[in-house]
């Protein structure tokens, strides 16, 4: 087959790594790709959302199935794009239709779908600019902290948890008035803050039938300790220590199995990952949000983990035949650290070179942020390269990946250094 992956950053380095090991991909694309995808793929320099592009692309290359990286094109109808052109329609597109990827699309559209399907979340209202002033009536009604979400997509960076009533009320205007996330915000959803330890579960769909993969749970604030600003992840670690084989269950049962019959009952077509954002309380989860796609710095540890040919489960994905596939995990756990651009997640600069890349052992360096300029790796984002590794533990995982970070040096290099440390 000849596969194109869709995006540029350390999910999609991971996919493409793990697509190239099947013997059933003859042929690799992705675009637009970065350092790490060049080498074990071919970049093509076209944006996702390019959807014209991607059209010629496909058809001057033949190829047989896309696999969506980002969240960017799902949410904007790429594979409805697809179904509708007669030349595209039998290509197999992984990812869900737009209707579908309203569950993340939308913050309101998904807390309707839990209401509707009883799927455990936190009570929460919706407001506009026209109401604002109900929205500083319900934070009164709320204790403290108070958690406003931008309920279209901001970039990972549309949530905000605020512990002072007055700070929520101005944040509430600034996102609803004065749009601080543009259009995202033009609805905010304000949510009743749950408290517990959060982690993530990842679920590929046919659309009828299902498999969950291993958990993952990653850390988004820029600063040791989870203080600072949200970032789009700082590591990963899977399995997740506190997700016993009971609370697995309690996922499977209470969240998983409605999900993904709630897709079938309101006619939300999907074939893909469903990401769902959880969060222990007690010893309960609850869903926090859904992504229609794979995470980012999840996806750099729950690949490597599973030791299925990922392009078989693709094609029992398109052809509804999931329930036949069988999953194997890898025992031992894995773990990633991301290594980001001073200044990020506020600014930053570009074009640093990166250097010892050659000199990692047992570890796996997974680009992100990177390309090659005049034969040289050197920065091109915020979040530039993901150092996974595994261990029996994943207190062994992450030692090897601190270890192998060592190596690696561009200017004004930052990263966390307690990856795991909660657990």
Same mark, same amino acid.
């Given at each position: 087959?000849?596969?194109?992956?869709?995006?540029?950053?350390?999910?999609?380095?991971?996919?493409?790594?793990?697509?190239?090991?099947?013997?059933?991909?003859?042929?690799?694309?992705?675009a637009?790709?970065?350092?790490?995808?060049?080498?074990?793929?071919?970049?093509?320099?076209?944006?996702v959302?390019?959807?014209?592009?991607?059209?010629?692309?496909?058809?001057e290359?033949?190829?047989?199935?896309v696999?969506?990286?980002?969240?960017?094109?799902?949410?904007?109808?790429?594979?409805?794009?697809?179904?509708?052109?007669?030349?595209?329609?039998?290509?197999?597109?992984?990812?869900?239709?737009?209707?579908a990827?309203?569950?993340?699309?939308?913050k309101?559209?998904?807390k309707?779908?839990?209401?509707?399907?009883?799927?455990?979340?936190?009570?929460?209202?919706?407001?506009?600019?026209?109401?604002v002033?109900?929205?500083?009536?319900?934070?009164?009604?709320?204790?403290?902290?108070?958690?406003?979400?931008?309920?279209?997509?901001a970039?990972?960076?549309?949530?905000?948890?605020?512990n002072?009533?007055?700070?929520?009320?101005?944040?509430?205007?600034n996102?609803?008035?004065?749009?601080?996330?543009?259009?995202?915000?033009?609805?905010v959803?304000?949510? @009743? !803050? =749950?408290?517990g /330890? *959060?982690?993530?579960?990842?679920?590929? &769909?046919?659309?009828?039938?299902? $498999?969950?993969?291993p958990?993952?749970?990653?850390?988004?604030?820029?600063?040791?300790?989870?203080?600072g600003?949200?970032?789009?992840?700082m590591?990963?670690?899977s399995?997740v220590?506190?997700?016993?084989? @009971? !609370? =697995?269950?309690? /996922? *499977?049962?209470?969240?998983?199995?409605p &999900?993904?019959?709630?897709?079938? $009952?309101d006619?939300?077509?999907?074939k893909?990952?469903?990401?769902?954002?959880?969060?222990?309380?007690?010893?309960?989860?609850k869903?926090?949000?859904y992504?229609?796609?794979?995470?980012?710095?999840?996806? @750099?540890?729950?690949?490597?983990?599973?030791?299925?040919?990922?392009?078989?489960?693709?094609?029992?994905?398109?052809?509804?035949?999931?329930?036949?596939?069988?999953?194997?995990?890898?025992?031992?756990?894995?773990t990633t650290?991301?290594?980001?651009s001073?200044?990020?997640?506020?600014s930053?600069?570009k074009?640093?070179?990166?250097?010892?890349?050659?000199?990692?052992?047992?570890?796996?360096?997974?680009?992100?942020?990177?390309?090659?300029?005049?034969?040289?790796?050197?920065?091109?984002?915020?979040?530039?390269m993901?150092?996974?590794?595994?261990?029996?533990?994943?207190?062994?995982?992450i030692?090897?990946?601190?270890?192998?970070?060592?190596?690696?040096?561009?200017?004004?290099?930052?990263?966390?250094?307690?990856?795991?440390?909660?657990?």
């Amino acid at each position: 087959m000849t596969i194109l992956i869709l995006g540029s950053g350390g999910r999609e380095h991971t996919f493409a790594w793990k697509i190239a090991q099947s013997p059933l991909c003859k042929s690799l694309y992705v675009a637009p790709g970065n350092s790490g995808t060049a080498e074990i793929a071919q970049n093509v320099n076209i944006g996702v959302t390019d959807f014209s592009a991607i059209k010629t692309l496909v058809l001057e290359k033949q190829i047989d199935m896309v696999v969506v990286g980002p969240e960017d094109p799902l949410v904007q109808g790429v594979h409805d794009f697809f179904l509708n052109d007669e030349a595209l329609k039998h290509i197999s597109v992984i990812g869900p239709q737009q209707a579908a990827a309203e569950l993340e699309g939308s913050k309101e559209f998904a807390k309707e779908f839990m209401m509707r399907h009883n799927i455990p979340t936190a009570a929460y209202q919706s407001f506009n600019a026209s109401n604002v002033e109900d929205g500083y009536a319900f934070l009164e009604t709320l204790n403290p902290p108070y958690v406003l979400k931008a309920d279209g997509l901001a970039a990972g960076k549309g949530v905000l948890i605020l512990n002072d009533l007055n700070e929520a009320k101005a944040e509430l205007k600034n996102m609803l008035v004065d749009a601080k996330f543009g259009n995202a915000s033009s609805k905010v959803v304000i949510e @009743e !803050f =749950l408290d517990g /330890i *959060e982690l993530s579960c990842f679920v590929l &769909t046919d659309g009828k039938n299902y $498999k969950i993969l291993p958990t993952a749970k990653d850390y988004k604030r820029i600063g040791e300790g989870d203080t600072g600003l949200n970032t789009g992840g700082m590591g990963a670690v899977s399995p997740v220590p506190f997700a016993t084989p @009971e !609370f =697995l269950n309690k /996922i *499977e049962e209470r969240i998983v199995k409605p &999900t993904v019959a709630g897709l079938q $009952k309101d006619n939300l077509p999907y074939k893909g990952f469903i990401f769902i954002g959880l969060i222990k309380v007690g010893d309960d989860p609850k869903v926090i949000e859904y992504n229609v796609r794979m995470g980012d710095p999840e996806t @750099e540890v729950v690949l490597p983990r599973l030791k299925n040919d990922l392009v078989e489960i693709f094609q029992a994905i398109s052809n509804e035949t999931l329930h036949t596939i069988d999953i194997e995990i890898d025992e031992r756990a894995a773990t990633t650290v991301m290594l980001v651009s001073g200044g990020y997640p506020e600014s930053y600069e570009k074009g640093k070179e990166i250097t010892g890349i050659e000199a990692i052992t047992d570890s796996i360096p997974f680009h992100a942020g990177a390309t090659v300029k005049d034969e040289k790796v050197v920065t091109s984002g915020g979040r530039v390269m993901a150092i996974t590794s595994y261990g029996n533990t994943y207190q062994e995982a992450i030692k090897k990946s601190y270890q192998n970070i060592e190596k690696l040096h561009f200017d004004k290099m930052y990263y966390r250094k307690d990856i795991g440390f909660d657990l």
